[in-house]
């Protein structure tokens, strides 16, 4: 078999294991029965409308749009900086900023959780939006790290040079040619940190009260106590949602001038 048809196959194979979960899962979102069962008896939209009824459920969404606006933000703008400072060529300290930037990444989630409730607690900030914002933000920076040093990788430095000998000062050279560059990663990193905060539940079991549960953490409960078809319902809300956030990106990213550069 010719090595091509194997990476395909193999490629397909891949793309399948990760995509027929959610097949799934999807269409019991729509089923008219209270549990969770296939053959789906009927279909029907009456879990949407307990999300948009249900007090608890329209509190959780309302709550992660918040969060995950506020986590998208604070975490794009952090990240893109800290990218920024780490292109620069730091023989030692560069690669030990590098590791820190990257550790919310490797280590537990509940370490990180438990150690987040001690130092917002002691900021005051317990039980806050803010609280879990910064929670979220920490774990969210390095996506966004990853996807903007990616694109910075790609900038050809001689077009930065090129400019300041023109005349201009390192904040119009960023923000004429570094910035608009750069964008495609600076989006594709926004992305990932909103998908990521959306997606968090053990950071906001730690910092967040009741007046924080957001529709991650609302699904983790509702689990515990009941298993409804208003979380398939609340499921097929994230990966629709997230679809259309990547279309989203996709398309303005395609429409950009690309590597044209603002003279």
Same mark, same amino acid.
């Given at each position: 078999?010719?090595?091509?048809? !194997? ?11 990760? !995509? ?63 990218? +920024?400072? +780490? ?18 990444? !490797? ?11 001690? +130092? ?12 879990? /914002?910064?929670?979220?933000? !920490? ?5 966004? /790290? ?25 904040? &119009?050279?960023?923000?004429?040619? &570094? ?85």
């Amino acid at each position: 078999m010719p090595v091509k048809t !194997v990476q395909v196959l193999f490629a397909a194979l891949m793309v399948a294991f990760l !995509v027929i979960p959610l097949l799934v899962i999807l269409p019991l979102a729509f089923t008219s029965s209270a549990l969770l069962v296939y053959p789906v008896p009927s279909y029907s939209l009456r879990w949407f409308e307990e999300l948009v009824n249900n007090e608890a459920w329209r509190r959780a969404i309302i709550n992660s749009l918040i969060i995950g606006g506020g986590t998208t933000l604070l975490a794009t703008t952090l990240g893109t900086l800290a990218a +920024l400072g +780490l292109r620069q060529r730091l023989p030692f300290i560069g690669g030990v900023l590098r590791t820190l930037f990257m550790l919310p990444m !490797v280590v537990p989630a509940v370490v990180l959780g438990i150690g987040m409730q001690i +130092l917002l607690s002691g900021l005051g900030l317990a039980n806050t939006y803010s609280a879990v /914002i910064i929670a979220h933000t !920490v774990l969210a920076i390095p996506f966004v /790290i990853i996807s903007v040093a990616g694109a910075l990788a790609g900038i050809d430095k001689r077009v930065e040079l090129a400019a300041a000998s023109l005349g201009a000062s390192p904040a &119009t050279v960023f923000r004429r040619v &570094t910035f608009p560059l750069a964008m495609p990663g600076v989006l594709t990193g926004a992305v990932l940190a909103f998908a990521t905060s959306l997606d968090e539940v053990v950071l906001t079991l730690f910092v967040a009260g009741p007046g924080q549960r957001t529709l991650a953490r609302q699904m983790f409960s509702t689990i515990r106590e009941n298993i409804s078809p208003a979380i398939a319902s609340s499921a097929f809300l994230f990966i629709v949602g997230t679809i259309l956030i990547g279309a989203i990106v996709v398309i303005v990213r395609s429409r950009m001038p690309g590597r044209k550069v603002a003279a």
